[in-house]
């Protein structure tokens, strides 16, 4: 889960500092929490 959650805030930061759009990143921001939800916990 680490990975693919640090990949997904990598993702996160790249589109914020491309786009500085907030309603993007508040979207991306979601699917970062259901990833993280849906991924079993070690």
Not at 4 to 21: T, V
């Amino acid at each position: 889960m680490g990975l693919l959650l640090s990949r997904c805030l990598s993702l996160f930061e790249e589109l914020f500092l491309r786009c500085n759009s907030s309603l993007s990143s508040e979207i991306l921001l979601w699917t970062c929490s259901d990833l993280s939800l849906e991924s079993p916990l070690p």
